[in-house]
């Protein structure tokens, strides 16, 4: 063996493997852990599943049940001071900086381990190997790098061990949370990073993930680009994955004017794009008419107005900021304040199925009773609204 291993290659083809194995590393983290296991988006042949869990167990030493409980945490409070990992509480520098400290803290909580972790593997090699022996993966994986490249083989490894503490506990859970476009007003501080899914395996679409949490596919628009779910298809061609869920989709039936149970059922499972069909259908056009009469910069003032009236997440500044621009239009502050009402269908405590369909139906009957052009077409195609492959 030379001091440049037993390979003895370039430093060049040294460093596209060393990016090769980092973004097999970000696959295993995106499709196993991620997808398959912490939201059951899909279920995976033993073939790689096993390779998967033996990659993490060698490139980072993190514990599939210890992940998996983590970030359901982050879902089911997100945003909160609960919350293992949100840049909006610790703020942006310390996740990006520190957030595989964060996490670590999380895990080791046996509290939350055992509320969120339920259903991951729980076999031998889990309980014996991988579960207990925590860093001598990464220390094998260290000897092997050393092995098959010599000198270049430390910096192989220092590599491969910083890409998730960096690139998904840094990035997505920091940058993720914090910067960024959004597909979809969730109740998070969650955004895309970027429309083209491929140096974090699709995880940069952060904001359609929290939209649609339980999808296998976490592209949502067809710009975009999701490398992981293209993994995952070439899996399910090859027979080692079937996918569970995707996004539900939702039509509008010609015709129907009755809003019943299809109706609420379409609405609550579709709700996030029910909630961005309003916003292009109704807020927008309804804020080009009332504010652009006589301003000669209306367009600079009507996307402000557009950015506050979406966002559900507002500041002290832009809340009243908000309020300034309702009280220009009474047109704005009801299309503003109906859009809030249809969100509370799906938020609220209601009693019984039956209350949820009355509030819809009466939600309907005050939208186009108000006069406004738009808000009166939006309400009557809501009442089309179905679920693609469900009765009508």
């Not at 939350?112 to 993966?137: A, C, H, M």
């Not at 990073?193 to 929290?210: K, T």
């Not at 298809?233 to 989709?249: C, F, H, T």
């Not at 609204?385 to 469900?390: D, E, K, P």
Request: include cysteine.
């Amino acid at each position: 063996m030379t001091v440049y291993g037993l390979l003895n290659l370039p430093a060049w083809q040294v460093v596209l493997i060393a990016l090769g194995f980092t973004h097999i590393t970000i696959a295993a983290v995106t499709i196993f852990l991620h997808r398959a296991q912490a939201h059951r988006a899909l279920s995976l042949h033993p073939i790689p599943e096993h390779f998967f869990r033996f990659w993490l167990w060698l490139t980072t030493g993190m514990v599939t049940r210890e992940w998996v409980a983590v970030h359901r945490k982050h879902h089911a409070r997100c945003e909160t001071a609960e919350d293992p990992h949100s840049p909006q509480v610790f703020g942006l520098r310390k996740v990006f900086w520190q957030g595989a400290e964060l996490y670590s803290a999380s895990a080791k909580d046996a509290s939350i381990v055992k509320r969120f972790g339920s259903g991951t593997p729980d076999d031998w090699i889990e309980r014996n190997l991988y579960s207990r022996l925590t860093w001598q993966g990464c220390g094998l994986m260290l000897i092997i790098d050393l092995t098959l490249f010599g000198v270049y083989g430390i910096t192989v490894w220092a590599v491969q061990m910083l890409w998730i503490p960096i690139m998904a506990a840094g990035v997505i859970n920091g940058v993720g949370h914090f910067w960024g476009y959004r597909n979809f007003e969730t109740p998070d501080a969650s955004t895309n990073v970027s429309p083209w899914g491929i140096l974090i395996g699709g995880e940069e679409l952060h904001n359609n993930h929290h939209a649609f949490p339980s999808s296998a596919r976490l592209s949502m628009r067809w710009w975009e680009f999701d490398i992981g779910w293209f993994y995952i298809r070439m899996l399910s061609l090859l027979g080692l994955a079937k996918v569970k869920k995707l996004p539900p989709k939702s039509t509008v039936v010609e015709g129907k004017q009755v809003v019943d149970m299809e109706t609420l059922k379409a609405l609550l499972v579709t709700r996030m794009h029910v909630i961005r069909r309003y916003s292009k259908e109704v807020l927008q056009p309804v804020t080009r008419a009332e504010l652009c009469r006589s301003e000669p910069d209306c367009r600079r003032i009507a996307r402000r107005a557009n950015k506050l009236l979406v966002r559900e997440r507002l500041d002290e500044t832009s809340r009243k900021s908000l309020e300034q621009i309702l009280a220009r239009s009474q047109q704005l502050e009801v299309v503003y304040q109906f859009r809030e009402q249809l969100r509370q269908i799906w938020e609220r405590n209601a009693p019984s199925q039956e209350a949820l369909l009355k509030s819809l139906q009466d939600w309907c009957q005050r939208a186009e009773a108000t006069g406004i052009q738009a808000l009166e077409g939006f309400s009557r195609n809501l009442r089309g609204l179905a679920l693609v492959g469900a009765p009508a």
